[in-house]
């Protein structure tokens, strides 16, 4: 891709040169023949043999209009070159921006779920938006300018130091100090960048929380004071902006004296050596025309390098991405699951917990396969952390825990999740219809297959009586369904896979109390060897369960049948009596 781009650059920038070459000779041949034979230069004795035929510079001054003809033709190859350089730099662009959004994304979505419970969106957003379209500038638009720009100056200098190396000293005496200027203001440049880079990343990720939260801030009408905090990211990010291109316009303001000072310069001395008859009038043409060819350039680099907090700061936020290593789904065993389940001492502790005492304490309990297991306890007592250690997205820290025999470290990650699948509390629905949304883990499925999970999530008779039926469409994360329709969907889509262990994390919490009486009479019907775990507050969702866990501050306070639990004076007890006497 590279070598193309190359290639097409260094024609554009021969031909380019060959057109203010053939401008010389153009010169040179209206002030008489003796100034163009005076030309002992090897390239313009070249250019008059290759225009005359090798009739030398008498033929090629009596038939003048050979030039003009030259100089479009030269012309015409300058523009082909530059149309073919600009086409394959727009599509190598796009397939540059193209692969390094799919890379960065892959690797995204395979990250492990404790990255994610950091991270925040707004920052991931602008990685991969903003700051890979800044990667994409560096890699197919600055590089490139930057090997234009050495071409034209090794090109030009060559040719100018052949014909005159004092009038070459002086085109370049402001070379040094703009570089040592630049070096020293480019500093300031950077760190400002990087200041408005963060406060940008900031208001992304307000306008991000924002969007995912609209459902809060309507309920408690906090739209002002949502407003009035976006304005002061966005008054934080005007400031740091504005500053960073205040001192980039007296960068490049301050540069461009530099630049024409070397023309000035080479101009006057220009003058001085054509004049005493050093140089033809042709010479100083080409002189003054290449020393723009190699400032500007020049100058361009500089801005390059002033840009260079940006790639950098774009880099490493895309790097602090690609370098942490993918979650490993792929390797270790892949058993027979049918759903006996052992938990022997369980201990979990996150990792950036200053006290190790774990979220999950000492943790034993064990669950035939075909049970159906409700565990219950108070708001961040650790049941739903059960649910992430059973599939995998926290590993355990102490203790064991077996499915039919197997340490569940030991099984392929991609496989368990196959055969374990939770119903989360807060389900996630993509903007497709309603059948596309049951069965996006399973697209194979048939329609027969969809009404069948829909049924038994009690879902169906409510799809039935939208106008579209199956195809209705639903909105962004579900939004123009109810919280009870949004979890139904999220049950018939897990019932789908045929899963022999499935676990329900308080997903009965928005359908009224008859709608779950359905759904676990039609999980009934069907369950056979399901494996079951419903995480609930409810005593009417729990007490037909097989086997009954309260968990309070990481460990089992009580376990039993409903009928075991209710004598005890324990936390179950007292909830039963507590929801009794607000259903009476």
């Excluded at 034209?152 to 009038?167: E, F, K, N, V």
């Excluded at 089992?556 to 049948?561: H, L, P, R, V």
Aim: glycine content about 6%; proline content about 2%.
């Amino acid at each position: 891709m590279y070598s193309v781009n190359f290639i097409l650059q260094f024609f554009m920038v021969f031909f380019s040169i060959f057109s203010i070459y053939l401008g010389k000779v153009v010169i040179d041949a209206l002030e008489g023949v003796e100034t163009l034979a005076a030309q002992d230069f090897f390239l313009e004795v070249w250019v008059v043999n290759l225009l005359s035929e090798g009739r030398g510079p008498e033929y090629l001054c009596e038939n003048l209009y050979l030039l003009p003809i030259a100089l479009i033709i030269s012309a015409v190859f300058t523009a082909f070159f530059s149309w073919a350089r600009m086409y394959y730099r727009s599509f190598s662009s796009s397939r540059i921006y193209k692969d390094l959004q799919y890379k960065v994304f892959s690797h995204l979505e395979r990250l492990p779920y404790t990255y994610f419970k950091k991270a925040k969106s707004g920052d991931l957003i602008q990685t991969c938006t903003r700051d890979l379209d800044i990667l994409r500038r560096l890699l197919m638009g600055e590089l490139s300018l930057i090997t234009y720009s050495l071409f034209s100056i090794i090109i030009c200098c060559g040719i100018l130091l052949s014909i005159s190396w004092s009038l070459t000293l002086v085109s370049l005496s402001f070379l040094p100090i703009m570089f040592v200027y630049s070096f020293f203001l480019i500093k300031g440049v950077r760190k400002r960048f990087r200041a408005t880079d963060d406060s940008e990343a900031m208001m992304t990720d307000k306008i991000s929380e924002n969007l995912n939260a609209v459902r809060v801030v309507k309920a408690y009408h906090n739209e002002a004071y949502e407003i009035a905090s976006f304005e002061e990211r966005l008054s934080d990010y005007k400031k740091k902006f504005v500053s960073w291109r205040l001192f980039s316009s007296f960068f490049f303001s301050s540069t461009d004296i530099l630049v024409f000072g070397s023309e000035c310069c080479t101009l006057i001395y220009g003058f001085y050596i054509a004049i005493t008859g050093q140089i033809s009038a042709g010479t100083l043409y080409l002189a003054f025309t290449f020393v723009q060819i190699i400032v500007w350039p020049l100058r361009d680099c500089a801005m390059v390098l002033s840009n260079m907090g940006q790639y950098i700061a774009a880099s490493e936020r895309t790097k602090n991405i690609v370098d942490v290593p993918i979650e490993d789904t792929d390797s270790g065993l892949t058993p027979n699951i049918e759903g006996d389940i052992i938990f022997d001492h369980v201990e979990f502790h996150f990792e950036d917990q200053e006290q190790k005492e774990g979220v999950i304490k000492d943790l034993s309990f064990e669950v035939k396969k075909g049970q159906t297991v409700a565990i219950l306890g108070k708001t961040g007592s650790g049941k739903s952390t059960v649910v992430a250690l059973l599939t995998r997205l926290y590993d355990y820290t102490g203790g064991h825990i077996y499915i039919d025999g197997t340490e569940l470290k030991d099984i392929q990650k991609k496989w368990l999740r196959h055969k374990v699948v939770p119903v989360l509390q807060e389900p996630f629905l993509f903007s497709r219809s309603l059948v596309d949304n049951i069965r996006i883990a399973y697209p194979e499925a048939t329609l027969e297959n969809v009404q069948e999970a829909a049924r038994i999530a009690a879902l169906d008779e409510a799809i039935l009586s939208f106008k579209d039926g199956y195809d209705t469409p639903v909105g962004e994360k579900g939004i123009t369904l109810s919280g009870g329709q949004r979890q139904r969907v999220a049950i018939a889509r897990t019932l789908l896979g045929q899963a022999p262990v499935i676990i329900f994390d308080d997903s009965l919490s928005a359908v009224d109390t008859a709608t779950d009486l359905k759904i676990r009479q039609n999980l009934a019907t069907r369950r056979g060897n399901l494996t079951t775990f419903i995480i609930t507050h409810r005593i009417a969702t729990a007490k037909d369960a097989d086997l009954i866990l309260i968990i309070e501050d990481g460990r089992i306070s009580e376990a039993g049948t409903h009928e075991e639990l209710v004598k005890k004076e324990g936390l179950y007890s007292r909830i039963a009596g507590i929801q009794s006497q607000i259903e009476a």
